[in-house]
């Protein structure tokens, strides 16, 4: 028995995978916090109980994320985008090749061969637009939780376009429209519209033939994934617990 964590510790939570023989057996996640190689060694010590496991009984643990270097404990250490591509390539069973991740602070699309091999990816961290900081800051303004975006975005009745590509500007222009009267549902599924638009011009001409697979917390996010589709014209697949995927890739490449 092999037993493997991965920890990815990123802006806005720091996220564990514990696997045996290189399957996902716990994984447990914690809002990102001063004193990071802490918060994630009580994370390392509640997945260790949940399993009646020791320390001795870990065979490796490798880090990844913002804060990967802050984790003094690691075997290793990799970016996000290796352990992103290890970590979905295994879960669809071989079958990704593109993979549009959103982060707490960034937007990456990833592209991936058929043996799993990154051949081209590109990052947009220079702007909270599409990130999960954006749909943060947009539950707070719409006083909506973010679970309940998907519902909304389904009970739509009219189309309108946010036109805004600052985080900034995105958010006057959602009050504004609070204060015009329009309804939330219509105003979400203009964000999903809004970020999909984003992460189809980082994609630009290179979508590959095979699967398309969305990854990140958001990725629960049903109303996402189908404007994803939609702006993609292609299918777009979400694993159960998208949130995990970097770590367990993490986990992976020990």
């Not at 309804?183 to 979400?188: A, F, H, L, M, T």
């Amino acid at each position: 028995m092999t037993v493997k964590i991965g920890l990815d510790l990123g802006s806005t939570a720091i996220k564990a995978v514990m696997t045996i023989d290189d399957r996902p057996v716990w994984s447990g996640l914690r809002p990102t916090a001063p004193g990071q190689e802490n918060v994630a060694k009580g994370l390392i010590g509640e997945g260790l109980s949940a399993l009646d496991l020791r320390d001795g009984d870990i065979f490796g643990i490798a880090s990844t994320g913002y804060g990967k270097k802050l984790f003094a404990s690691s075997d290793k250490t990799l970016d996000e985008i290796a352990a992103n591509a290890a970590g979905i390539f295994k879960l669809s069973g071989g079958e990704a090749r593109a993979v549009i991740n959103i982060g707490g602070q960034d937007l990456k699309t990833i592209i991936l061969d058929d043996s799993g091999r990154v051949i081209d990816f590109k990052m947009n961290d220079k702007c909270a637009a599409g990130t999960g900081r954006f749909f943060e800051l947009a539950a707070r303004i719409l006083d909506t939780p973010l679970e309940d975006f998907g519902p909304l975005s389904e009970d739509s009745r009219e189309e309108i376009e946010l036109n805004s590509t600052c985080v900034v500007f995105a958010e006057s222009e959602i009050v504004s429209l609070l204060a015009r009267g329009v309804r939330k549902e219509d105003i979400v599924r203009a964000l999903h519209a809004s970020v999909a638009r984003r992460a189809a011009g980082l994609l630009g001409a290179r979508m590959p033939e095979g699967a398309v697979y969305i990854d990140g917390g958001p990725a629960k996010n049903g109303g996402l994934v189908s404007a994803m589709e939609e702006e993609l014209m292609t299918e777009v697949r979400a694993l159960g617990e998208p949130q995990f995927t970097v770590a367990y890739g993490a986990a992976l490449v020990l």
